[in-house]
Structure formats: structure tokens, C-alpha cells
């Protein structure tokens, strides 16, 4: 015996072609999700510097931003000039702190012939955030 699925009568009324175009569309809507942090484990707890940002663990970032975490742990030595200077957080993404709080390093981006767009800012209270898209964005890293 084949059992037919019979929609409510409220759906009943749409037509057939546009309640088919509802579906795609919310289907197309739901995989072009901008977001792009990743949901802390369960059990763990974001840090209060976190809290209402996207996040990433720091096991998920690309392998030079891990590369150049290694570095910012060692104290250096950095391959680019300009790491280490102080970030202004100029775009205001970043929580509102005295000039000199935060500091930026390059991450290697593989074929670019300059620095890229990935950084990694890092504040006087062990905070990290990394950026892929040059501080258009950001997300907490998570350690």
C-alpha cells in the first residue's frame, strides 16, 4: 500500500509551481549561510572577550596561521617587517581598547606576491582574532 503525503489545506492553496520555488529557494538560502565562525564544543566555554563574535578553534585555522601563532608564542622571529606593529582597529570590528592594545601579524597566503590578507591581532589580554579578508571580519580564536 503507498501512503500520499496530503499537505494541509492552508498549503493546498499556494500552487503547485510556487510552492516548489518557495522550497528551492529556502534551500539555496540555507547552503549560502554567511556564517562562517564555528560553534564552541560542547562542555566549553567562549571567553567573555568572545562572546557575540564568530569563533574558530585554533585547530581549524589554516596551517600558516597556525605557523605564525607558533612564532607569536616564541616571540618571533617574524618574516615580515611590519609584524608586530600596533593595530589601530581602525574599522571599529574589534572591541574598543587604547591605542597600542592590539598588535597584527601577516599569515602567509601561498601564491600572493605580497602579504595578503590574512592576519592575526592580538590583544593585551591573550586575545586572538584572525581575519582572512583583510579586517573586513573577524573571528575569535579559540585555544
Known amino acids: 500500500m503507498l501512503l500520499r503525503f496530503v499537505p494541509p489545506p492552508v498549503l493546498r492553496r ?14 539555496l538560502l540555507t547552503g549560502c549561510s554567511s556564517h562562517t565562525g564555528t560553534a564552541t564544543a560542547p562542555g566549553a566555554s567562549t571567553p567573555a572577550w568572545a562572546r557575540g563574535m564568530a569563533t574558530v578553534e585554533e585547530s ?4 600558516e596561521a597556525r605557523q605564525t601563532l607558533a612564532l607569536i608564542d616564541k616571540g618571533g622571529p617574524f618574516p615580515y617587517a611590519r609584524d608586530g606593529v600596533v593595530f589601530g582597529n581602525f574599522e571599529g570590528l574589534l572591541p574598543r581598547r587604547q591605542r597600542g592594545y592590539y598588535h597584527e601579524y601577516t599569515v602567509r597566503t601561498p601564491g600572493s606576491r605580497d602579504r595578503g590578507a590574512r592576519r592575526l591581532v592580538t590583544g593585551q589580554g591573550a586575545e586572538i582574532y584572525y581575519t582572512d579578508d583583510h579586517y573586513k571580519s573577524f573571528r575569535a580564536v579559540l585555544r
Do not use: I
Not at 14 to 27: E, F, H, Q, T
Open 14 to 27: 499556494v500552487p503547485r509551481a510556487l510552492a516548489g520555488l518557495l522550497v528551492c529557494l529556502s534551500v
Open 60 to 63: 581549524r585555522l589554516p596551517a
